[in-house]
């Protein structure tokens, strides 16, 4: 089955709402001329709450062929969970996706498996696809044992996730050691543990399902090492943190195909 490329930049804690707006114009200019290679990338980017509205009504506007989403979201729907936004906000902004235990907020905001099972549930209540964030700190991989501890984190996140749903997932297998590091995973590094991640949700689903999900590596990816992991057969994107905030490296990294060897 073939699978749409995702590409999508993690802005995190960056860019106000200005910044955001001029770093998606200019991005979507870099990519206006990319048709050849460009054609069936996706290519998403992840705003702080603050800038969603901003990016919202220049896509709209400009009509751009670029989706966005959100860094997090409420495990709840409505209520007393003062400072949280919850699906059904973002869903009104025209959010495509949203972020999901980054190890960033497994790390700093204590999120466990069941949180994250939760907001997975929670994106998809509200038809916004989750970008579930899984991969091992340095520690486990020094043990050699990363194909199980993100595999544990995929049981956890998808936990009684139905097959109607998980089948839009996406997968973005983070290792810890490698996010704003400079050390960007190999690309046999990625593909162990992208295809063990689809073999389990073949376990867990079916054939079929795991072989319509997207599964994104992210880790310091840049424009010099995006189309080497692209390469792999079961990389499908890349989910970009710090390469993400120069929309023209972003827009290389977007434009990988061109990059790609023989290409
Ligand atoms: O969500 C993105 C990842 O945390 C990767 O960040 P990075 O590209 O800055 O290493």
Partial sequence: MARTPLIAGNWKLNLDHLEATHTVQKLAWLLRDAKHDFD???????????????????????QLELKYGAQDISQHASGAYTGEVSGAQLSKLGVSYVAVGHSERREYHGEGDEVVAAKTKAAFDSGIVPIVCVGEGLDVR?????VEYTLAQVDGAL?????DKAKDVVIAYEPVWAIGTGEVATPADAQEVCGAIRGRLAELYD????????????????????????????????????????????????RFRSHQVGL
Avoid: C, N
């Fill in 207 to 254: 054939d079929e399902l795991a072989a319509g999900v997207r599964v994104l590596y992210g880790g310091s990816v840049k424009s010099g090492s995006i189309a080497q992991l692209m390469a792999e057969p079961d990389v499908d994107g890349g989910l970009v943190g710090g390469a993400s905030l120069d929309p023209e490296e972003f827009a290389k990294i977007a």
């Fill in 142 to 146: 020094k043990a050699g044992d990363q």
């Fill in 159 to 163: 936990k009684d996730l139905p097959a």
């Fill in 40 to 62: 069936d990338v996706e290519v998403a980017v992840l705003a702080s709450f603050t800038s969603i509205r901003s990016v919202q009504t220049l896509v709209d506007a400009d």
